[in-house]
C-alpha cells in the first residue's frame, strides 16, 4: 500500500474544516457550555507573595444573597496529590494556611450567579503573618537548583579551548518574564454524577486533566470525562492542570451542582503560569577565519517556591553549530512569584536569543559576514553524538532567505544605512529547534455508506489539527475530504499527548497513519473471506485506495469499495486502532532533528526618539513534509508576531517589594497590534523527515524563535548598540 508518495490532500493550502463553525459562532468553547441549576464559582487571592494565613473571616461572604459554599484550608477536603511526571500538577489547592506568591488562591466561594459569587468573594477579610519574599533573581538567599532535568552537556576541554582561542566573545543576556495571554479567558466546568466527573476545560492536554482529576479525588479514571472541542488559545497555558480547575471540580462535588469558574484576565496573570525570566552568561572561542573552537553557555531562570519547569536554554548550544569544545549548564532559582511554565518556544525563545546575538557580535568582531560565519561552521552530522541528522535543509534555508530578503545589499559597517531620518538595520538569526513527539494512539472508522470516522483524544489549540489530520486521513483512506470526519477533545476517544512542543503533528499524524494502514488491512482480511473477491490473497504492499476502493496497485478495476466489502459482509462499519511510539536515536541509527530556520528582519530606528519598528520579516523554514502550507504559514505569522512581542514589547513587571504583578491586564501588558506587524515572506524548503512515517515536523513554535537575536542584530547594525536585554524598549535605545 504505497502511502504519500504522490499525495492529493496533503501540502495544497485547504481551508481549515473549523473554520466555518467559528466565524459563525458555532464552534463551542468550554466557556460557551452551561447546565441547568449551574452554580459560579469566584476566587479569592492573596495580596502578600510569603508569609500565613492568620484570619479569615468569611461570615459575611457566606451570608451574602445566593451563596452555596465558601472553601478554604480550614473547611476545604483533603486531596491527593496529582500524578508526577512532565509538566506536574501544582500542589492541591486549600491545603494549608502558608502563602507562597501574590495571587495564590485562599478561598473559593460559590454562588448562584457569577455577579453574586465575585460580589461575596470581595467580603472575605485575610489577615496574614507576611513573611520577607525572595523576588530577585541574584537573591543570595534562594535555592538554586543545578541542572535539575540532566541536560547539561560538555564535550571536549571548554577551557583550555577558550584559553588558546584568537578571538574570544564574552557577555551577560537577560529575558524578561512574559506572560502567554490567549484571547480567551480560561474556564471550567465541572459536574458530578456520584462518582463520575464530567468537565470541560480550556486545556491542551485532556488525558492530563482526566488523569489528576481522577488521583486527586480518588475515582478511576474511566469515569472522568474531560471535553475541549477548542481552545480560545494556550501557547502553553494549557498544559498543566492548574489550581482553578481542582477548586471547580471540589466545588461541584461538596455542593451537588454543577459548578463554572471563568477566570479574570488579572488571574490569568498569575494562575496559568508564565515564561520566567532568565540571566544568560556566554563565552564562544574562535579562529581568526571564523571557526568555532569553543562555547560555554549558562543560564539561570526563575522557578516557583513548589514549581517545576522542565525550560533549559544553555542547551541551545549543544546542536546548532559544529564545534568542538561545548560545555552548556543551566539552573533555577526558587522565589516567591506564581508558577512558571512553558510559553510558547520555551527555552528555545531565550537561549537562542542568546546564542544567536554572540554569533553576531563574533561576526564582527571578525570582520566576517554574519551569514558567512554560520555556514563556516555549518553541523552536518549531530554535534554532541555526531550521527547524521534524520533530515536538515538550513543550509537551504539560509540560502533561500538570503535572496528572498536581498540579504548581499547589506552594507556591513554599523550605522552606514540611511533612509531619510530613519536608520536602517538588517539583522538574521539561525535556528536549529529540539525534536519531540510523545507516544499517541488513534481509531479509524469507515462505515456502511463509506465514510470515515478518525480520532483521538487530543486538542486543536487552533494551529489547525482537526484540518490537517482530515487531510491525512483523506489521504490515507483514499477518500475525499468531505467523506472524513476526524474527532478530538473528548477522553472517550483514545489517549493521546499534549498539544505542545511542536510534537503533536508527529505524534497524532503516525498515529493516524498506523490506524488507517490497519484499517485497510481489516478490509483486505474481510474481502479475503470470499475467494472470488478480487481482493483475495493481497497483502498492504499489493493494492492501493482511491475514491473510497480498495484496488490492487495499477490496476484500479481489481477491486472492492469499502462500502461494498461491508455489505456483503454484514457489516455496520469497521474499525482499527493505531499507535505511535517514537524510536530512540539509537535504534534509527540517526538524530531526530526537529525543525530549522533562518530569519532575515529589516529595522528602522529613530535615532533622536529611540523609535523602533520592523519595516520587513523573511522566514525560510525547514519543517519537512509540510501537510498545509497555508495552516504552516500561518503558524510561522502568528509566531513571528509572538517573537515580535518577546523582542519589542512584553514585560511582566512585578512590584519588587510586594510581588504583585503591575501590568495584569491587556491595558497595561503591550503586545504587538497591527500597526507594529509589517508584511512577512514565508518559504519552505526541504523535504520529508526520515524520524517518522509521514516525514513531517512541527513548526507551530519556530516561528517565534529567532526573532528577538534578529531583531536585536539588526539593531545593532542600525545603530552600533549592541542590546543584550529584552525587550528593547525606548529607553535602551536612548542610552
Not at 45 to 68: F, K, M, N, Y
Not at 500 to 527: E, I, K, M, Q, Y
Not at 603 to 616: K, M, N
Request: aromatic share 6%.
Amino acid at each position: 500500500m504505497t502511502i504519500l508518495e504522490r499525495p492529493r490532500h496533503v501540502g495544497p493550502g485547504v481551508d481549515r474544516v473549523d473554520g466555518p463553525q467559528k466565524v459563525t459562532g458555532a464552534a463551542r468553547y468550554p466557556n460557551d457550555f452551561s447546565h441547568p441549576d449551574m452554580a459560579h464559582a469566584a476566587l479569592v487571592r492573596a495580596t502578600i507573595a510569603a508569609g500565613r494565613v492568620a484570619r479569615l473571616d468569611t461570615g459575611a461572604a457566606e451570608s451574602a444573597p445566593g451563596v452555596l459554599a465558601v472553601l478554604t484550608h480550614l473547611n476545604a477536603p483533603r486531596l491527593a496529590t496529582g500524578p508526577s511526571a512532565l509538566l506536574a500538577t501544582p500542589p492541591p489547592p486549600l491545603r494549608d494556611d502558608r502563602i507562597l506568591y501574590y495571587g495564590q488562591y485562599v478561598a473559593v466561594v460559590v454562588a448562584d450567579t457569577p455577579e453574586r459569587a465575585s460580589a461575596a468573594a470581595r467580603r472575605i477579610e485575610v489577615g496574614y503573618e507576611p513573611a520577607e519574599p525572595l523576588l530577585d533573581i541574584h537573591d543570595p538567599r534562594a535555592e538554586r537548583l543545578p541542572d535539575p532535568w540532566g541536560s547539561d552537556a560538555s564535550w571536549g576541554d571548554t577551557r583550555a579551548a577558550l584559553d588558546d582561542a584568537h578571538v574570544v566573545i564574552e557577555a551577560s543576556y537577560t529575558t524578561a518574564e512574559n506572560t502567554n495571554n490567549p484571547l480567551g479567558l480560561f474556564s471550567t466546568l465541572a459536574e458530578w454524577d456520584g462518582d463520575t466527573l464530567t468537565v470541560h476545560d480550556s486545556t491542551q492536554w485532556p488525558t492530563r486533566v482526566r488523569a489528576t482529576l481522577a488521583q486527586m479525588f480518588g475515582v478511576p479514571e474511566a469515569g472522568v470525562r474531560v471535553l475541549v472541542l477548542y481552545v480560545g488559545g494556550g501557547f502553553g497555558a494549557g498544559l498543566r492542570v492548574w489550581p482553578h480547575v481542582i477548586l471547580t471540580a471540589m466545588a461541584a462535588r461538596q455542593t451537588g451542582r454543577p459548578v463554572k469558574l471563568v477566570m479574570t484576565r488579572p488571574e490569568m496573570f498569575t494562575g496559568i503560569g508564565h515564561r520566567p525570566a532568565t540571566v544568560q552568561h556566554i563565552r564562544i572561542g574562535a579562529t581568526r577565519d571564523g571557526r568555532l573552537t569553543a562555547i560555554e553557555h549558562e543560564s539561570r531562570s526563575t522557578v516557583a517556591i513548589e514549581g517545576d519547569n522542565i525550560e533549559p536554554c544553555a542547551t541551545v548550544s549543544t546542536a546548532a553549530y559544529a564545534c568542538p569544545n561545548v560545555t552548556a549548564h543551566d539552573e533555577q532559582v526558587r522565589l516567591n512569584i506564581p508558577w512558571t511554565n512553558s510559553m510558547r518556544a520555551p527555552g528555545e525563545a531565550q537561549g537562542n536569543f542568546v546564542l544567536e546575538s554572540a554569533i553576531d557580535e563574533l561576526s564582527h568582531a571578525l570582520g566576517i559576514d554574519p551569514l558567512e560565519l554560520r555556514l563556516r561552521n555549518y553541523a552536518e552530522v549531530h554535534p554532541r553524538s555526531g550521527l547524521p541528522w534524520s533530515s536538515k535543509a538550513l543550509r537551504e534555508c539560509y540560502e533561500v532567505g538570503a535572496e528572498r530578503f536581498g540579504w548581499s545589499r547589506r552594507v556591513p559597517e554599523p550605522g552606514s544605512m540611511r533612509e531619510g531620518d530613519w536608520l536602517v538595520g538588517y539583522g538574521m538569526a539561525g535556528i536549529s529547534y529540539f525534536w519531540y513527539q510523545a507516544p499517541c494512539q488513534a481509531r479509524a472508522t469507515v462505515r456502511g455508506d463509506g465514510t470515515a470516522y478518525v480520532r483521538s483524544a487530543v486538542t486543536d489549540i487552533g494551529t489547525g489539527t482537526y484540518t490537517i489530520m482530515t487531510q491525512l486521513a483523506a489521504e490515507l483512506l483514499g477518500l475525499e475530504q468531505d467523506r472524513v470526519t476526524f474527532g478530538l477533545g473528548d477522553t472517550s476517544m483514545p489517549p493521546g499527548p499534549q498539544a505542545g512542543g511542536s510534537g503533536l503533528t508527529a505524534a497524532l499524524g503516525s498515529a493516524v497513519h498506523a490506524a488507517c494502514r490497519n484499517l485497510v488491512r481489516a478490509f483486505l482480511d474481510a474481502a479475503a473471506a470470499d475467494p472470488a473477491s478480487p481482493l483475495a490473497g493481497c497483502d498492504l504492499d499489493d493494492v492501493a485506495v482511491t475514491g473510497g476502493r480498495v484496488h490492487r496497485v495499477g490496476e484500479p478495476e481489481r477491486g472492492e469499495s469499502y462500502a461494498g466489502i461491508l455489505a456483503m459482509r454484514g457489516l455496520d462499519e469497521l474499525s482499527a486502532d493505531g499507535d505511535s511510539t517514537p524510536r530512540t536515536p539509537q535504534e534509527a541509527g540517526m538524530a531526530p532533528a526537529g525543525p530549522f530556520g533562518a530569519r532575515f528582519v529589516e529595522v528602522r530606528v529613530d535615532p533622536e526618539l529611540g523609535r523602533l519598528s520592523v519595516a520587513r520579516v523573511v522566514s525560510a523554514i525547514d519543517g519537512g513534509r509540510i501537510l498545509n502550507e497555508k495552516l504552516a504559514r500561518s503558524q510561522i505569522i502568528g509566531g513571528t508576531v509572538g517573537g515580535i512581542g518577546m523582542a519589542m514589547f512584553e514585560d511582566t513587571v512585578s512590584d519588587p517589594g510586594t510581588g504583585r504583578i503591575a501590568n495584569a491586564t491587556l491595558g497595561d501588558y503591550l503586545v504587538p497590534v497591527n500597526a507594529d506587524i509589517p508584511d512577512m515572506d514565508v518559504s519552505f524548503v526541504g523535504g520529508p523527515d526520515a524520524f517518522n512515517p509521514i516525514g513531517v515536523k512541527g513548526v507551530g513554535e519556530i516561528g517565534l524563535v529567532g526573532m528577538a537575536a534578529a531583531i536585536a542584530n539588526a539593531v545593532f547594525h542600525a545603530t552600533g548598540k549592541r542590546i543584550r536585554s529584552v525587550p528593547i524598549t525606548i529607553d535602551r535605545l536612548l542610552l
